[in-house]
Nanobody
Framework: VQLQASGGGLVQAGGSLRLSCAAS????????MGWFRQAPGKEREFVAA???????????DYADSVKGRFTISRDDTKNTVYLQMNSLKPEDTAVYFC????????????????WGQGTLVTVSS
């Protein structure tokens, strides 16, 4: 699976961005999809994850720092995952990565086997 993240950019605090993660090579419908981020000088951290459907409602989970502000979604017909980011804060500045896991629902970085190249989000104060 090849993942291509896009949608990053420079935004003022309080603004919004929507990140996209397009997949090629294999359908995403059987993978748990996640977004992670890495700020300068810090370790990569979990942001959000969404499971596969198989006819059921999607389940999603979020890091406490983004709950209520970020929303992860997926469109398996387009083989794309999204991260809608609202009320952005300067501390959200980071490179954002999308990733795919073949495991059961997980937020653990080590369980994700496919990674996109990252897209930079910069939030100015």
């Amino acid at each position: 699976v090849q993942l291509q993240a896009s949608g990053g950019g420079l935004v003022q605090a309080g603004g919004s961005l929507r990140l996209s993660c397009a997949a090629s090579g294999r359908t995403l419908s059987s993978y748990v999809m996640g977004w992670f981020r890495q700020a300068p000088g810090k370790e990569r951290e979990f942001v959000a994850a969404i499971n596969w459907s198989r006819g059921r409602a999607y389940y999603a989970d979020y890091a406490d720092s983004v709950k209520g502000r970020f929303t992860i979604s997926r469109d398996d017909t387009k083989n794309t995952v999204y991260l809608q980011m609202n009320s952005l804060k300067p501390e959200d500045t980071a490179v954002y990565f999308c990733a795919a896991s073949a495991s059961m629902f997980t937020t653990e970085l080590g369980e994700y086997i496919y990674w996109g190249q990252g897209t930079l989000v910069t939030v100015s104060s």
